[in-house]
């Protein structure tokens, strides 16, 4: 299966206009942003856990980052309430699940494969106000991507052109970037070399954003 998977093209989704579809386990379900492969696959997912629902232990051969939405994601590990930022690297497992329900932004298969560096974060507990009504915080930077998360304030703008494209998710508020609006949820990905010129509106916007790693963009290897 092959969903979203030219590179070279800008994609916008509102990704709460895509209807929700049942995954392999029941009480999950999924709404799919892109995707190389069938269910191994390299993919790009919003999922929603229904209450009480949970994935039979697995081990994630090309690694896991994911962006708690809503809820409380749980594992063997610990909690994760709205807002944490987890990397799970190759070769790393886990039981997921969530007792009271849970939505995430998921990828799959879009690490180094020598990454082993395993960790969750609070996205907002440690902003760096950048001036010019624009803060951020750096969850994650290697060689082929960096993984921030951004709060702008109203009318504030990022203007970047990041080397390698960019993707990013709204958290909260609304933005604008060329001539549509990016409503809570909204999913963007720029091609490598397109200028990202994002400004928010009157509410301001909190977004996720990962820059540099389309280059690395490739099927599961087996």
């Not at 974060?121 to 993984?147: C, F, P, W, Y």
């Not at 993707?167 to 990016?182: H, K, N, R, V, Y």
């Amino acid at each position: 299966m092959e969903l979203n998977a030219d590179f070279t093209k800008r994609i916008l989704i509102q990704t709460a206009d895509i209807p929700w579809k049942a995954s392999p386990i029941p009480g999950v379900d999924r709404r799919m942003l892109d995707r190389i492969g069938d269910e191994v696959a390299r993919a790009t997912s919003i999922v929603r856990y229904a209450p009480g629902s949970q994935f039979s232990a697995h081990t994630h051969t090309g690694g896991e980052e994911f962006v708690v939405l809503e809820g409380v994601f749980q594992d063997e590990h610990g909690d994760y309430p709205a807002g944490t930022y987890v990397r799970n690297p190759p070769t790393s497992s886990h039981t997921p699940g969530a007792k009271e329900g849970c939505t995430i932004f998921v990828k799959l298969w879009q690490f180094d494969p020598n990454d082993r560096t395993q960790f969750r974060k609070n996205m907002q507990a440690d902003m760096i106000d950048l001036g010019n009504g624009i803060s951020s915080q750096t969850l994650h930077k290697d060689a082929r991507e960096t993984v921030r998360c951004i709060t702008l304030a109203p009318g504030a703008t990022l203007d970047e052109t990041p080397a390698g494209g960019a993707e990013l998710l709204i958290i909260s508020g609304t933005a604008t970037q060329e001539m549509d609006t990016l409503n809570d949820g909204a999913w963007l990905r720029l091609p490598s070399g397109a200028p990202l010129q994002i400004t928010a509106q009157d509410k301001g916007a909190t977004f996720w954003i990962k820059t540099g790693h389309l280059p690395f963009a490739q099927a599961p290897q087996a």
